[in-house]
């Protein structure tokens, strides 16, 4: 007999569903964390980046309203003000995901968790050491900033520190060319900081759709950012208050602080899992089957430890369809077609299904491309030097729609509903039947000739 039927490591995303689900169809559930019970994306993640997003976007709204007829007025910002507004409202979701789990009869641990054997879990705390048992275990302990190992690299942040600024920098360095880079630029730039984007390759956001990556690029420049390809850094210094930074140009650049956004590193050692002999890739993923058991067959893995696309969404649907499959008697897996997602940069991006390069790759000249390239209607009367871009991309031969992106305001909305549509096969035919909502951005999508 154990103390737990199902115990899970790690309260954020996936481990919170899958201990909530797996309650809920009457499992006994155990969840230990040792930091707060959410996870990266609510407490440093998506929810604070996305209030920090909208903080930023208002400098560009004051400057807009002028052109319809509110005075010059330019209000000042104060950063300490944001963070606390942000750090009351996390503690709120905070509270909500803690009583919810309460209310679902799930025992949160505040303490560290680590496999000692197959079933027995050591758990520390500032009390000391204690173990409980479990028949089914659960590891949900997400990913961790990782950075590169060049001279200096611990003066470097990551966005984990920035969540926590006591003040903002005058001038800021992101390195890296993916989500939280692209991201995090657009909200220092909106709140006033110089900022600089210095990415190692050819065109930022690799994997996504080349075209949508180099507007951003351009759009993003002509917000002011001096964002750079084809550079990296290869040494920090530190030099009183300032960073000297030796670029793979040859070039240097002396910053008030440098931020990393390089990729994310599974969460998976010091939890006794390489001592278990549990199977994982040499980046540290845990390898999982389609039911996210790992090769020791009570052990489970779900989101950002697993590798794959680390998307809250997922690792969500992941937590579910375990706890669906093992305490309801219900075996579920999850259709990873046509994931939706959004980078939410200045202008944002929504997009869901091929990009053209790798469409033109599977369907080569059968492929259609429709695109539309215009100026938002917010925009006319602002005066502002931003366009939009939205692509469709059609598989000629059954006019199948199987790439949708979008770069503009309002595209993250926008995309959601149109990922319905891929799903579930849309044609090009399909979407031209479709009655356009007038006047809005949205109708580009069912309005390509
Ligand atoms: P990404 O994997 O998106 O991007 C990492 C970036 O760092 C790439 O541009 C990569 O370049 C670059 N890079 C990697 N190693 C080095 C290095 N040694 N030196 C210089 N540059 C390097 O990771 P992020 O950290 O931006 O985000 C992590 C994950 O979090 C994302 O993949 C995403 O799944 C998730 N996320 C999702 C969000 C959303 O849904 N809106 C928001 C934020 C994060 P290269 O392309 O050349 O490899």
Redesign the pocket.
Known sequence: MYDYDFFVIGAGSGGVRASRMAATYGAKVGLAEDYRVGGTCVIR??VP?KLFVYASEYSGHFKDAEGFGWDKAVPSFDWKTLKSNKDTEIDRLEGLYGKNLDNHDVEIIKARGKLIDRHTIELTDENGVRTVTADKILIATG?W????D?PGIEHAV??NEVFEFEDLPRRITV?????????FAGIFNGLGVETSL????EE????FDLEIRAKLREEMIKKGIDTRIHT??TEIKKSGDQFLLSLSDGNEMVTDCVM?????RPNSTGIGLEELGVEMRDNGEIIVDEYYKTNVDNIFAVG?VTGG????PIAIKEGAALAATQFDDNETIVNYDYIP????SQPPIGTVGMSEEDAREKYGDDLKVFRSEYKSMKFTLAGRDERSLIKLLVDGVTDKVVGAHMIGPDS?EIIQGIAIALKMGATKAQFDDTVAVHPSSAEEFVLMK
């Open positions: 993640g998506c980046k990913a900033p990782s950075y590169p060049i990551s966005s390195v890296g060319g993916g989500y939280i880079a692209v991201e210095l990415y190692r390759g930022i956001l690799r994997g990296n850094v990393y956004a390089t990729g994310r950002d696309m680390q998307l809250t997602t959004a980078i939410f993250a």
